[in-house]
């Protein structure tokens, strides 16, 4: 049995209005005061790597540690926020799905923490001795 695949032409303009969207979303997750932290965290990222002179295998490493927990922390609030409009009440299950979303996040951070060792380390290590 052959399948066909249907492929839809998208203008331009439909492409423009998409990311505009997208940067709506941007700037209201913005609002967050999670969001902000993980921002402001990413940014020190940019200066560390900066002033450490990483090689571009380091920033590339460095930056997507860094944009994956952004990320996340931006999914947990899409996941708190949509819960909390399905379910406002207080719910055993609400808590554990809002938990799980976190969890998520922590993972993520723990990771860019420990890309962050690896890396960062042995060149603040250099620089003090």
Known sequence: MEMAIKLKVVSFKEEYKSFGYAAKGAWKSLMER????????FLLVLVVN????????????????ATLVLSMEVMNT???DLMDFVHPDRHPSVGRIKDLAAGAVFFAAGGALIVAGLIYGPKIWDLLA
């Open 34 to 41: 999670h969001v902000r932290f993980h921002l402001i965290s």
């Open 50 to 65: 900066y002033l450490l002179n990483l090689n571009t295998m380091e920033w590339a490493v460095t930056v997507v540690a």
């Open 78 to 80: 899409v996941i708190e």
